[in-house]
């Protein structure tokens, strides 16, 4: 099994800036793939980012392409989301995700664990 635990997420201006993170225990961190998963009120869950195994291949969702950026330290099991220039449509509770497999994937019924999630909210 394996436990993930967001962290980060909290109020902010538009145009200002959050890290969030997810702290991993349990099965080896570097053999997960990973990604952030993102859902409005109303609205369903969607693909934010994704990082492979290694770091080496990373993914991001059209919406946040230039603004977001996704890293791993796996000596720390821990994966990040930069977020920067933050606009009011990525208030969501923010999720993160785990996989087995080399290759990420912005499905969500890919992912084998999540984490409880993290709330960002941003003021206009």
């Known amino acids: 099994q394996v436990q993930l635990v967001e962290s980060g997420g909290g109020l902010v201006q538009a145009g200002g800036s959050l890290r969030l993170s997810c702290a991993a225990s349990?099965?080896?961190?570097?053999?997960?793939?990973m990604g952030w998963f993102r859902q409005a009120p109303g609205k369903e869950r969607e693909f934010v980012a994704g990082?492979?195994?290694?770091?080496?291949?990373?993914d991001y969702a059209d919406s946040v392409k230039g603004r977001f950026t996704i890293s791993r330290d796996n000596a720390k099991n821990t994966m990040y989301l930069q977020m920067n220039s933050l606009k009011p449509e990525d208030t969501a509770v923010y999720y993160c995700?785990?996989?087995?497999?080399?290759?990420?994937?912005?499905?969500?019924?890919?992912?084998?664990?999540w984490g409880q999630g993290t709330q960002v909210t941003v003021s206009s």
């Open positions: 990082i492979s195994r290694s770091g080496g291949n990373i």
């Open positions: 995700a785990a996989r087995y497999g080399s290759a990420s994937s912005r499905l969500v019924a890919d992912y084998r664990y």
């Open positions: 349990g099965r080896t961190f570097s053999a997960q793939t």
